[in-house]
């Protein structure tokens, strides 16, 4: 991350963003806790989600011609002291599903002897059957889900270079842990990624542990002394992701080498870039498969990682009266590419030749990017 052999801290501040990047789906319940104390509501529908220091209720209901949604904001188990957010049926956007969004909620939290307040957004989603309704709002069957409404912004020296870093409370718990997410590049019109909030990086032969702090106020970088071996390449540049049951890692290296942990792994996220002849620059993007990420052990005297041949995988289904044929992209040691670029665009689409046995040409169809 920061290309420095001392310890560093970054200050992130904290802003309020309406954008979200993830959400989590609130828990639907029958009923409200015993316990409650509930304002007058009509039609009450209750949800829950725990945050750091436990579950807070969330009650959406009619109201006139709209909804209003209470939320214990103090985790006290009383709505009655609560602010209500309200919503218009007018005020219902027109998109696929239906929704509409309350906030920012506060949320006041305690956690380790501190007391602090986060800001959440609440969508309201109505589906019937498994599609959305673009019919009348159902009030037997919304959805509702969380978002952070709140986002921390530092900067960070990184390979020689300020960037700025986004933190989000991806897992909405009202604190920054492993789970949550540090976006790298995403105002850059280049592929953003994310580390998690906790975690350790590897860049050039020099590595580094790091995490945010609970209440996200600071960033703490501090190199680690490790030992390392390097993983060959073939290519310029190289990104990996490797993970055991121990430690997870974010690699980087260039020139054909990476120095990676001595270690027994498996290959989360591979991004390689590589020069042809032509002097154009390929991008690879390869994400491991559903069922198992493959192998990388890293030996004292080091290894190659080889991901050629590429395989072409050629499927076909019945549709309609015809054959819809797909195509898609693995590596030698079986990861999925998930892109592949050409000087930061997309190739050209393939074609697929249908032949007779005697030659004749059938039919020339191009692909499709889906
Ligand atoms: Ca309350
Ligand atoms: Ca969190």
New binding site residues.
Partial sequence: MALGEERQVVPLRCELQDKYLDFKWLERKPTAPSDAKLPPLKEPLFFSWKF?DGERLFVLAEEGKGFVLYVDTDGDNDLTDEQPFRCLWRDWRPYSPIQVRFGPIPIHLRFKDQTFTRHFGVIAIVFRDRGPDFGDFDKYRPRMALYSAECWMGTILWKGELMTVMVT?????????E??KIWLGYWRKQLPFWLP?IGQIGIKGRFFRYHVEPTGKELVIEPVQVRAASLRFHGEQLQVSVFNENEEWWLEGEGGELKAPIGSFRLGIVNLSRKDAQGRLWTLLAVFPSKQAPKLEIPEEGTTLNLEPLHINLRWDEEDDGLKFSLDITTANGMNVGMLWVDRKRPPEPKLRLTAPDGKVVAELPFHYG
């Avoid at 409370?169 to 842990?177: L, M, Q, S």
């Fill in positions: 750091a409370d991806t897992d909405c718990d009202g604190i920054i842990g789970k949550d909030a």
